[in-house]
């Protein structure tokens, strides 16, 4: 997509997301697109690591806990401003990634896979164990939602606007990256390694650098989500979300901008959908995780027959 | 400390070794033919498991129940391997890496739809109270894992160097093409690795379940700790990942029994993170993983 034709397709994707509160009155469906957008920045920073760095992540969901708890513990236990918590949330998210890939990304990249996948069940160990800090598996409560001077982001109408404002200006922020120089150096690794680093690409280096900015991107979503939702357990930040957003990018698209947020609405819409579906198929069983078998069976189809994704799909229509 | 404090760490160590170790051989030897990291090798771990509570459970002999659900989850990776990972030869390390995982939550999720969340129990493959060695309490069942896992061991290595079998599948390990070039048939070994895999898995499953009782989520952790072996052993070659599992089966009960069980989980993904480091740093007289070119 050219830089005209994006900010073309941004203009109007904000239009839509301003109207949207005024023709929709389902707050059911309100909460849902709030949702979506909220998993589409958590997906962004996922598809940033598989689209560029070439690795797939399976702890992303720790950034996403890592913004949300930051963010939470400080603005309801330390009585931080919602707004400074959330900006030293997506720098915890952007640190942590980077200590965590700076020795795996520096060896095989095979590595990252199950590195990051151990530092997921890690971070979600520490959520459930240091219950002095995180409330433990009873969670933390209290998290104000951010407010503008008296202007409160406390309903679902606002919350929206909010969450897709942040999702919009994240798409056009790495957007301009993927079209600068360093987006450059980044396909040059993508499409071969020794060759980059021949023509003296810091492929390691880039690499970590991408892994932060998606850590960080994650975590903005996370602390946004503590702020919505105002109360955070560790249930949601386990390895079922890890994979959750993986199925969002590889149904998505990897190698596009949109794709993330349109895996995430097809993601959102799926797990709402077999909710309604599947006790009515398995009434012996709760129907907590059934969800999990079909993620699978789809990340297999998608890899085999269309591993563009749904943006390759459109795209080949358009 | 209290020697024989000590000498229970290691025991338990050195059983749950035998375990990681036996996962890691699944490991290395996909990775060696095929170049993938098998993310559903933990996944052959639950279905062994599985197999034998639901086996165990329909009245057959404990035997029996192993050889079949041995022989069953071989079949499970050679047909994954033929219907999915083989369309994707020519793919991106990426894309079957992400194929492997979708593969590990469909065999996860099919094994909630057929047995549920509940632990399944397995009996001991023999009664009687634990027996003592060298001052720590063993349960017989750890015993049975180690002389499994030492038959299968022997079994392997008896398969590398005397067969022809073996002999192909170390000459695709070394140089896929070469061997092509010399006859062999390079997609046919890469099934009997996965088929190969999935034994050595469900191996691992049938033996532990006793000890841990078998449920649908347990492959997960126990595939993640097998790699974590193979890995220290350089993921290409079997008896350093063997290696691998026992160091790493020590160090995680020394650690959980000195510094914290809460964490113990975490100390693979430390163990893992420390040797990378070390040989970034170049202090690793071995080499872990091939550096990227």
Same mark, same amino acid.
């Given at each position: 997509?050219?830089?005209?034709?994006?900010?073309?397709?941004?203009?109007?994707?904000?239009?839509?997301?301003?109207?949207?509160?005024?023709?929709?009155?389902?707050?059911?469906?309100?909460?849902?697109?709030?949702?979506?957008?909220?998993?589409?920045?958590?997906?962004?920073?996922l598809?940033?690591?598989?689209?560029?760095?070439?690795?797939?992540?399976l702890?992303?969901?720790?950034?996403?806990?890592v913004?949300?708890?930051?963010?939470?513990?400080?603005?309801?236990s330390?009585?931080?401003?919602?707004?400074?918590a959330m900006?030293?949330?997506?720098?915890?998210?952007?640190?942590?990634?980077?200590?965590?890939?700076?020795?795996?990304?520096?060896?095989?990249?095979?590595?990252?896979?199950?590195?990051?996948l151990?530092f997921?069940?890690? %971070?979600?160990?520490?959520?459930?164990?240091w219950?002095?800090?995180?409330?433990?598996?009873?969670?933390?409560?209290?998290?104000?939602?951010?407010?503008?001077?008296?202007?409160?982001?406390?309903?679902?109408?606002?919350?929206?606007?909010?969450?897709?404002?942040?999702?919009? %200006?994240?798409?056009?922020f790495?957007?301009?990256?993927?079209?600068?120089?360093?987006?450059?150096a980044?396909?040059?690794?993508?499409?071969s390694?020794a060759?980059?680093a021949a023509?003296?690409?810091?492929?390691?280096?880039?690499?970590?650098?991408v892994?932060?900015?998606?850590?960080?991107?994650?975590?903005l979503?996370?602390?946004?989500?503590?702020?919505?939702?105002?109360?955070?357990?560790?249930?949601?930040?386990?390895?079922?979300?890890?994979v959750?957003?993986?199925?969002?990018?590889v149904l998505?698209?990897?190698a596009?901008i949109?794709?993330p947020v349109?895996?995430a609405?097809?993601?959102?819409?799926l797990?709402?959908g077999?909710r309604?579906?599947?006790?009515?198929?398995?009434a012996a069983?709760?129907?907590?995780?059934?969800?999990?078998?079909?993620?699978g069976?789809?990340?297999?189809?998608?890899?085999?027959?269309?591993?563009?994704?749904?943006?390759?799909?459109?795209?080949?229509?358009? | 400390? $209290?020697a024989?404090?000590?000498?229970?760490?290691?025991?338990?160590?050195?059983?749950?070794?035998?375990?990681?170790?036996?996962?890691?051989?699944? &490991?290395?030897?996909?990775?060696?033919?095929?170049?993938?990291?098998?993310?559903?090798?933990?996944?052959?771990?639950?279905?062994? $498991?599985?197999?034998?509570?639901?086996?165990?459970?329909?009245?057959?002999m404990?035997?029996a129940? &192993?050889?079949?659900?041995?022989?069953?989850?071989?079949?499970?990776?050679?047909?994954?391997?033929?219907? $999915?990972?083989?369309?994707?030869?020519?793919?991106p390390?990426?894309?079957v890496?992400?194929?492997?995982i979708g593969?590990?939550?469909?065999?996860?999720?099919?094994a909630?739809?057929?047995?549920?969340?509940d632990?399944?129990?397995v009996?001991?493959?023999?009664?009687?109270?634990?027996?003592?060695?060298?001052g720590?309490?063993?349960v017989?069942?750890?015993?049975?894992?180690l002389?499994?896992?030492?038959?299968?061991?022997?079994?392997?290595?008896?398969?590398?160097t005397r067969?022809?079998?073996?002999?192909?599948?170390?000459?695709?390990?070394?140089?896929p093409r070469?061997?092509r070039?010399?006859?062999?048939?390079v997609?046919r070994v890469a099934?009997?690795?996965?088929?190969?895999?999935?034994?050595?898995? $469900?191996t691992a499953g049938?033996?532990?379940?006793?000890?841990?009782?078998?449920?649908?989520?347990?492959?997960?952790?126990?595939?993640?700790k097998? &790699?974590?072996?193979a890995?220290?052993?350089?993921?290409?070659?079997?008896p350093?990942?063997?290696?691998?599992? &026992?160091?790493?089966?020590?160090?995680e009960?020394?650690?959980a029994?000195?510094?914290?069980?809460?964490?113990?989980?975490a100390?693979a993904?430390?163990?893992?993170v420390?040797?990378?480091?070390?040989?970034?740093?170049?202090?690793?007289?071995?080499?872990?993983?091939a550096e990227?070119?």
């Amino acid at each position: 997509m050219t830089a005209r034709a994006r900010g073309g397709a941004l203009a109007a994707a904000a239009a839509v997301v301003a109207a949207l509160p005024w023709a929709v009155e389902s707050r059911y469906v309100l909460g849902m697109l709030v949702f979506i957008a909220l998993n589409g920045l958590a997906a962004i920073g996922l598809s940033l690591v598989m689209g560029f760095a070439g690795q797939v992540s399976l702890g992303q969901a720790a950034f996403f806990a890592v913004g949300a708890y930051v963010s939470g513990v400080l603005t309801a236990s330390c009585g931080w401003n919602g707004w400074a918590a959330m900006v030293v949330a997506v720098a915890a998210g952007a640190l942590v990634a980077f200590v965590v890939g700076l020795p795996i990304f520096r060896l095989s990249g095979l590595l990252l896979a199950m590195g990051t996948l151990a530092f997921g069940i890690i %971070v979600y160990y520490v959520l459930v164990n240091w219950a002095s800090v995180t409330g433990g598996p009873s969670g933390l409560a209290g998290i104000p939602p951010l407010a503008l001077g008296g202007f409160r982001f406390d309903t679902d109408a606002r919350m929206l606007a909010l969450a897709w404002g942040a999702l919009l %200006v994240v798409i056009a922020f790495t957007g301009n990256v993927v079209d600068s120089r360093i987006g450059r150096a980044l396909r040059a690794i993508h499409g071969s390694e020794a060759a980059a680093a021949a023509v003296g690409i810091d492929t390691a280096r880039l690499k970590v650098g991408v892994f932060a900015l998606a850590g960080a991107i994650t975590a903005l979503g996370g602390a946004l989500y503590a702020h919505y939702v105002t109360f955070i357990n560790p249930s949601p930040f386990g390895f079922a979300y890890s994979v959750e957003l993986l199925v969002m990018v590889v149904l998505g698209g990897v190698a596009s901008i949109w794709g993330p947020v349109l895996g995430a609405a097809a993601v959102v819409l799926l797990v709402e959908g077999l909710r309604a579906a599947l006790p009515l198929l398995t009434a012996a069983h709760g129907a907590a995780e059934y969800e999990i078998a079909v993620f699978g069976v789809l990340l297999m189809a998608f890899m085999i027959f269309l591993p563009s994704g749904l943006a390759g799909l459109a795209r080949r229509a358009a | 400390m $209290a020697a024989e404090q000590l000498a229970q760490y290691l025991a338990s160590g050195v059983v749950v070794g035998g375990i990681y170790a036996l996962i890691g051989l699944g &490991f290395v030897i996909v990775f060696g033919v095929t170049r993938i990291v098998n993310f559903a090798q933990g996944e052959f771990v639950m279905l062994g $498991a599985l197999g034998m509570a639901a086996l165990g459970s329909q009245g057959m002999m404990p035997l029996a129940a &192993f050889a079949v659900s041995v022989l069953g989850v071989a079949a499970v990776g050679a047909v994954l391997y033929r219907l $999915a990972v083989h369309p994707l030869r020519h793919a991106p390390a990426l894309a079957v890496l992400i194929l492997t995982i979708g593969a590990s939550i469909a065999i996860r999720g099919a094994a909630l739809i057929v047995w549920g969340t509940d632990p399944l129990a397995v009996p001991a493959f023999s009664a009687g109270p634990p027996i003592v060695v060298a001052g720590a309490v063993v349960v017989r069942q750890g015993l049975w894992v180690l002389a499994v896992a030492a038959a299968a061991f022997v079994a392997l290595w008896w398969f590398f160097t005397r067969t022809y079998a073996g002999a192909a599948v170390q000459a695709c390990a070394l140089n896929p093409r070469g061997a092509r070039l010399m006859g062999i048939r390079v997609e046919r070994v890469a099934l009997l690795a996965w088929a190969l895999a999935g034994a050595l898995g $469900a191996t691992a499953g049938a033996v532990i379940a006793p000890i841990t009782y078998a449920t649908y989520d347990m492959g997960l952790i126990l595939g993640l700790k097998g &790699f974590v072996a193979a890995v220290l052993g350089g993921l290409v070659s079997p008896p350093a990942a063997i290696a691998g599992g &026992f160091v790493l089966g020590v160090v995680e009960s020394l650690a959980a029994g000195l510094v914290s069980s809460a964490y113990k989980d975490a100390v693979a993904f430390v163990v893992l993170v420390v040797v990378c480091l070390a040989q970034v740093l170049g202090a690793l007289p071995w080499r872990v993983v091939a550096e990227e070119t």
